[in-house]
Each structure stands twice: as C-alpha cells, then as structure tokens.
C-alpha cells in the first residue's frame, strides 16, 4: 500500500518567508509525528498529532512553528518569518493507535536564504 | 527522560566483513528500541525492533540486534557487509508518554561506509 508521502520535496525560501510543509500518513494511522534532521541538531522530534489533536508540542522550537491536521488525515506545518537556521530536512511520520513502530515519509529538504 | 548514544559517527568496513554498530540508551522506564537507516537524500527505513518479548530481534538485509538490560545496550550487527549496506544508520528509543505518543529520541548516527 502507500506509504507516508511528503510534499514538496525540496523547498527554497527568503529569509522572513512563511512555508507550509505537507505531510499525508498512512491511511489509518491515527498517529502523526513530524521530525527535524540538521547538521547541528540531528534527528529531533516536533509535534505529535492524535486524531486531529496535538497533545504534545514540546519539541516546536519557537512560536514561529505551528502544524495542524484535518480529517485525521493531512497535516500541515508552518514556520513564519523562516530564519537561516529553518533551513533542515523535515520528516513526517504515522503509525496505528497504541504501536510504537513510525514509519516515514521521505522528508522535505527546507533552505532558507 | 530517554537518550541514545552511538558510539563512532563513522564505521568502515570491508565487504564480507562482520558489521557492528554500538548503541547504548538511557531510559527511565523499559524502552522500546528501534534501528533505522537512512540512504542518502531519503527517509528512514525501520531495519528491526525491540518492544517486548525475545532479546535477540532479527530485521531485513540480514541485520539484528540484541537488547542487553544489563548493559543497556542495543547493539546492531549483520554477519557479512555488502556494498549495499553503506548508508547512515540511526539507532532510536521511544517509550508511551501518554496516550500514543510514542515519540523517538535518536541517536547522532553513524555513517557505514563498505570498502570493496
């Protein structure tokens, strides 16, 4: 079946730019995590969705982040005002209700200039 | 709260040869431990899981992982490198923080690069 898909794969941006990252699970799996992988950081965690709520925001670096998910399906994150340091590969994950196991969709390379 | 350490960013070795990457966590509560890799310009593909049950985990391409409570250690290691392998490779662990939220804390990777 299909997998987790990300779009759009890669995206240049200006300094001070809004983005929308989007991310389509797999159909199911009611829970959704988004990801960040960069040089200085690594792999680190952002948000995880269940159904359409966001019970855990902990990992969002600034208010600039924020995501949402409709239908318990899509979700969207938005960095405003994208700084230098925006600039990562975003990864997006899904897995069924009360199993540990993620699986990943391909990422979206971001570049702030 | 959880942490991973993989001990060298960087392994090289030869095909044929045995591959052995070192991951070792800290956690609160017992851990489910997972091993992706990645391939360059692509996400990351689950290789093999610890949630419960037997210690010794079996994954694809050959790859397994034994889960050392003692040690706390979750080592990854295939019998035979095959140039197929070289890729970065990233060991996770995650444990229920509500509901189900298993979110992953990971380690920095490390880079398996095969020799011919």
């Known amino acids: 079946g299909a997998g987790v898909s990300q779009s759009p794969s890669n995206k240049v941006t200006e300094k001070g730019k809004d983005v929308e990252l989007r991310c389509d699970p797999i159909s199911g799996h009611t829970a959704l995590y988004w990801y960040r992988q960069s040089l200085g950081q690594g792999l680190e965690f952002l948000i995880y969705?269940?159904?359409?709520?966001?019970?855990?925001k902990s990992g969002l670096p600034s208010d600039r982040f924020s995501a949402e998910r409709t239908g318990g399906s899509v979700s969207t994150l938005t960095i405003q005002r994208t700084q230098q340091e925006d600039s990562a590969v975003y990864l997006c994950?899904?897995?069924?209700?009360?199993?540990?196991?993620?699986?990943f969709g391909p990422g979206t390379r971001l570049t702030v200039t | 709260a959880q942490s991973v350490t993989q001990l060298g960013s960087h392994v090289s070795v030869s095909e044929g040869a045995l591959v052995l990457l070192r991951c070792n966590y800290s956690?609160?509560?017992?851990?489910?431990l997972f091993w992706y890799v990645q391939y360059p310009n692509q996400g990351l593909q689950l290789l093999l899981k610890y949630t419960t049950g037997a210690t010794l985990v079996k994954g694809i391409n050959g790859f397994e992982a034994e889960f050392k409570k003692s040690e706390t250690s979750f080592h990854l290691t295939k019998p035979s490198a095959h140039m197929s392998d070289a890729a970065e490779y990233f060991c996770?662990?995650?444990?229920?923080?509500?509901?189900?939220?298993?979110?992953?804390?990971f380690g920095k990777g490390t880079l398996l690069t095969v020799n011919p």
């Open positions: 994950a899904s897995s069924l209700y009360l199993e540990p196991e993620q699986y």
């Open positions: 996770a662990v995650s444990q229920n923080s509500g509901g189900s939220n298993y979110k992953l804390t």
């Open positions: 969705f269940q159904g359409n709520s966001a019970p855990d």
């Open positions: 956690s609160s509560v017992p851990p489910y």
